[in-house]
């Protein structure tokens, strides 16, 4: 068995690490980018709930400025009936007929208001049920999410122990060239093709590291340009 063939285990198992690895940190942000998501569905329910509480406010508002006044005229026409003169009456009568004309404006404002009320409320509904929907496919899309971020922690954890026995197998030279090089270039070892090139960096190797590659045994061959380490299948 040639060195290679261990460290080539190795960087399968390290190659599924990093798989996971990318899994483990990406799964926290899609849950996040969810949760975001629904707030801002959330916030459309709020704004639709504010509407509608201003409209009834106005309705309740409005209904009240015109109460106020229907009774303000009721006392001023108590108190004309005991006045003297023509002209103290005419002058009631014209404060009167102003006040009228406020109550009417206030009762049609009152009655557009109203005519609102159905339309602001369905849009609470709707707001209401897109809301609820999107909270329970939320909830469980991210509790799919957390399941199976405790699958990959499981399965990281037992390719890291797999690791450290495929680490021991591999020679000393090969594993120190092989861990320098892998933060910085991945796959740290690649095949050297058919045609001699190199299928890290794809650069054409001279026939001297062809021949070594061919040779295997205990020593370290790396592409001449990338550094990575250089194999052949056997019987390639
Ligand atoms: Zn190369």
New binding site residues.
């Given amino acids: 068995m040639s060195a290679i063939e261990p460290l080539i285990d190795l960087q399968d198992i390290d190659s599924q690490i990093r798989d996971l690895e990318r899994e483990e940190k990406d799964i926290p942000r899609r849950q996040a980018q969810e949760r975001a998501r629904l707030a801002g569905v959330n916030t459309s329910l709020s704004s639709a709930k504010e509407q509608l509480d201003a409209l009834l406010l106005r309705i309740r508002q409005t209904e009240a400025e015109a109460a106020d006044r229907r009774e303000k005229v009721r006392q001023m026409k108590i108190q004309q009936a005991s006045l003297k003169t023509n002209k103290e009456f005419q002058a009631y009568t014209m404060q009167i007929t102003g006040i009228q004309q406020e109550i009417d404006a206030l009762d049609a404002r009152q009655i557009a208001a109203m005519d609102e009320r159905p339309q602001a409320e369905a849009r609470v509904r709707e707001a209401q049920a897109k809301a609820d929907a999107d909270k329970g496919g939320v909830d469980e899309f991210c509790g799919e999410l957390g399941e199976r971020l405790a699958a990959v922690k499981e399965e990281l954890a037992a390719l890291r122990a797999r690791r450290k026995e495929a680490a021991a197998a591999v020679p000393q030279n090969f594993l120190r060239y092989y861990e320098r090089l892998r933060t910085k270039r991945w796959p740290a070892a690649v095949r050297l093709n058919r045609e001699c090139v190199?299928e890290?960096?794809h650069?054409v190797q001279p026939p001297s590291v062809e021949q070594m590659v061919q040779r295997g045994g205990d020593n370290i061959v790396a592409?001449t340009?990338?550094g990575?380490l250089l194999y052949r299948e056997p019987g390639f």
Avoid: N
């Fill in positions: 190199c890290g960096c650069l592409c340009m990338c990575r």
